[in-house]
């Protein structure tokens, strides 16, 4: 069986594994005031280009995702967001939670344009009632995005733009960063990335790591008691030294580059061959997502032996699917598929 | 000049006005434990039709709100809405703040249908990833809307038929339901509404009162320790006799059918009159707020004249505009405003 | 019947409902955009001699002091206070539900000291895990207390010496305000409580006014978006002018200063007959509440006559009690007392 | 170096480690969707008598009191918990942030006694005012304490006698209870434990598990919608079966009682050995922390040696010293501290 469901199907990369069984034994202080956790928030800072910035670690995207939010945001602010976005969908309403009304705009392939962003803000306050609504005080964007799309630098300039102009920090949602950086069509580098916002999450748990989220701010001050933040939000880990070695192992000998790498290789590949067999997306992506419409025969077929979703429900003669690959996606991904297909 | 801008300008009703100062030297209990609000609570169910329910007052609407569905909500449950609804628009994210989201249905004239809330519903539960969205765990609707229509009573059945099936509760807000009960177009009594939700409020301070809003529930389970959610809210008032005395006022010589008829039969004098000018509505409302399309130089002659609202920025040679009536308005509008637009 | 309950159980004084009626017919705009509510500012601020301070009206005390924490502190802040505060005891856990932790020290006949709060302040940020502990953001203390009790402006100065030095603001929960400004042993003046805190609420609802309390900060700063905030919290009053009508009266003619001493002149008198008597105080209050103990035997024999509140559960062969007095009391509280005591 | 600063020092016991290894490579669904997870639930429940109960595991204690007690409280509702309690002092406001007071009882050497319990519920009760106080809506108490003291069986069941009584849960944080059910004095069994209260929790993180909580409910119908709320407070591990192998393997072949014996075992004859050498307790703990008067002069000396915390600030002479073992604690311990004390 090839899983191809999710990114989050297998435990760590082997050398994630290795680090944190050679460190296994090590009595450390706990809350990640130790020399690994200080380690890997240098090498994060300094890949990122911002050796002054901040970096902090969670173990999972919601998680970092609301207690971010949470710090970004005064108490009566909303964030704007696609209506797409995990933070919108599929996170149980983590942010509402926390008193924050996601202010949502309609997605075009899960982004937002940063005219769109400016329309809406100028609205707000061209709005003569706007004190009893939620002012807009962040911006939220995935990169990738949930449906697996990028934006271009350029589109992330003028969204960022836009922000500064307006005065309101930008938050970019790295679950699957890797994947979005090793795209062939991707012209940001992390260091740009991290010019280009105020604060975003490097994914651990969907690129190679056991679980952990590296958030990183450009400044300290975008942070402030942001160790006693996650506290609050039951989101400090007691033996915070496993977010260090795991991070310190994938920002060593480029582990993350290469995940992100191998992953989108293998979605490359399989995109080719489920084009060349006459297959249709309807979300072009260009990373370790691939979005697909398969006869719903053909779906059967594939049961026990490959294993994917549906993505909603399915239609009558064919269905949307999605296929994710990983740095846990077998190498020989391509020849197994094509003779699956054989076969079929 | 004449104030058409909204319907809560002026103080309160004549008659309140005297229960209040009738009753002002009075020495009684506070929080409502007095004679007053039990009198009132007691004239309203009964004329609900349900001298079993409960009856609670607080002093505004998004308070009210915010308790009443706060308490209705599990923690992790959000509410049902019109993208268009006071709770999703103007209430500065108090649902929100409290830790509920809302799930928001496109508006057709201000109001959602009961098959659109029944496929959300089924939508929800059929999806496989229900457990990491937001449960729809009540549905929220106005009557009349914030755009002035009405559901008819067999929209009511639909809808509450569709949250029964799904056991969840249905609450109206009435910020303005005594000018949607005294509508010409309206087929439903006060007795029947009571039937045909869990939980509505009746709205004083848009229908005569100082300030204040009754909340009533078919059952009196449907809001457990409600006075100290109340309290928790910062919605209990001191002086709760306050509420009792203006509601049982209008709850008595029929003071609220009245008002609703007074304020509805000027809105439907100047809602003809305007038409017979030849200006058109953008929205066809029943009730006391009235929607037209106004060139901008008529609106500009009006000036100092006739106070209402922009609804939404202008446009350029015409703009939305809205005239509220209420209980304040004078009585000689009609002739007022044909005298207006003869000298124009 | 003599009512010594609370100072919450009639209307308003008269002067205030003069101003209601004579107003209640006007037109203005709503959520305090109106000239009443601008007067009624400006006078209060020049009252406390800080021109180009802040001042709000919101309707009642748990709701004034949920809104005004909840803008002072941080999301991981808590409020330092007494044991025995209204916030802590009395308001259902309004700011808890904010998301605030109450820090309480022990009470002094309702009061805390500089020097506690100072060692509180010190022990916090001498702790290795104050990472992982609520940061003290702010003070709260009451002006008179819950008590009665006072503080000296002495001890008022050394309470805003240590939040200056620790950089946290004061608020002072001023709902009894004009029976601690009257009071004979009192040694600060308005203006002089507006200079030793940061934020402060005037009350109205316990002292003449029908609802309502006026929240000054002695810089705009300090309460940034708060009509926002207010509506946040469910506690905008859409016809907001009725707070600055009440509160432009109160502000006029020494009324509040007026209602303070007519009810702590009473206060004195109906303390010194009660010592006259024998009974003793349990707590020596110099404002309008006062605390005594009395045998049971006369507590029976007095009912009817006087109504007041045991204060806790009874004792065996005497009780607490607690007499208050306000600007409803009737003037001949003295000779009424003296006869029927006589009558006894 | 010995370290005896805390129980979260090192990785995980070698056996979990093996375990994460060995199951390393597999593709599982996510969310604890999976075998590993099931066989570890069923393997607790077994273990703790009630087949039919609910379990569901969390990364971390702070995150799972918070998520537990805002399942078990409904909104206006207070956790009654002991002053000294850690969700209490050491987690950053978390429970308030969810909008919960505490409500909090002076401690006994870490404890509160179901008498103490019964009292505080009474006066709540008999409160005329107890509308505007927090209700008390559930009990938390730690086995062992804060302070590695523990409840007796006898004092277990008059606890949960009370809490029956007034018909609201016992909950129990279970974060060492390893040491707590392996102590000499311990006459509490796991299966009378789970029958003495309705939720706890069962410690990973401190008791051999690299991470994780293991929480457990008598009845499935106590934490209704769990894993959609545990979502909610960013509590929902993506690769929860990383717990589940974790628990799977503490609860196989006896590997959860081994580690409590061991961290125990170590921790007697280290008390053993500081009493034989004239040292004070100043708590008697039978847990796996000792607490210790030391004199500064030997603390020093130690220094290098054996790390350990003090507990609280420093006295003159003497001060509070910490020590605690845990699974990780080398074996030799008594052999090596005593050759230390001798090179002193």
Chains 1, 2, 3, 4 share one sequence.
Request: charged share 25%; aromatic share 10%.
């Amino acid at each position: 069986m090839i899983y191809l469901d999710t990114d989050y199907m297998a435990g760590c990369h082997p050398e994630i594994l290795e680090a944190l069984s050679a460190t296994n034994k090590l009595h450390t202080p706990g809350y990640g005031e130790e020399d690994f956790t200080r380690r890997a928030r240098r090498l994060i800072l300094e890949a990122c280009g911002i050796p002054e910035g901040a970096c902090y670690f969670m173990t999972g995207g919601t998680q970092t995702n609301a207690t971010v939010i949470d710090r970004l945001l005064h108490r009566n602010d909303g964030v704007v967001a696609a209506d797409s976005s995990h933070i919108n969908v599929h996170e149980a309403g983590a942010v509402e939670a926390w008193g924050h009304k996601i202010l949502t705009l309609q997605n075009q392939e899960g982004k937002i344009s940063g005219s769109r962003i400016e329309n809406y803000l100028r609205d707000f306050y061209a709005d003569d009632t706007h004190e009893h609504m939620v002012r807009p005080g962040m911006v939220y964007i995935s990169f990738p995005t949930e449906l697996g799309t990028l934006y271009s630098k350029k589109e992330l300039e003028e969204i960022y733009s836009v922000c500064r102009q307006f005065n309101i920090p930008l938050y970019i949602d790295g679950a699957r960063l890797a994947y979005g950086l090793a795209a062939p069509d991707n012209d940001v580098t992390l260091k740009e990335l991290a010019q280009l916002c105020d604060v975003f999450y490097i994914g651990g748990t969907k690129c190679g790591a056991m679980f952990g989220e590296a958030i990183v701010a450009r400044e300290q001050v975008l942070l402030p008691r942001f160790v006693s933040l996650m506290k609050l939000h039951g989101g400090l880990l007691a033996k915070g030294r496993l977010l260090g070695v795991q991070f310190e192992t994938l920002f060593s000998n480029e582990l993350y580059g290469r995940i992100g790498k191998y992953g989108v290789d293998l979605a490359s590949q399989l995109k080719e061959f489920l084009k060349s067999k006459g297959f249709k997306t309807f979300i072009n992506s260009p990373t370790n997502q691939q979005f697909f419409i398969i006869p719903n025969q053909i779906i059967d077929k594939l049961k026990g032996k490959v294993s994917f979703e549906l993505w909603g429900p399915p239609g009558k003669e064919e269905s949307k699917v999605r296929f994710v690959t990983s740095w846990s996606t077998p190498s020989d991904l391509l020849p197994r598929i094509t003779q699956i297909f054989k076969d079929l």
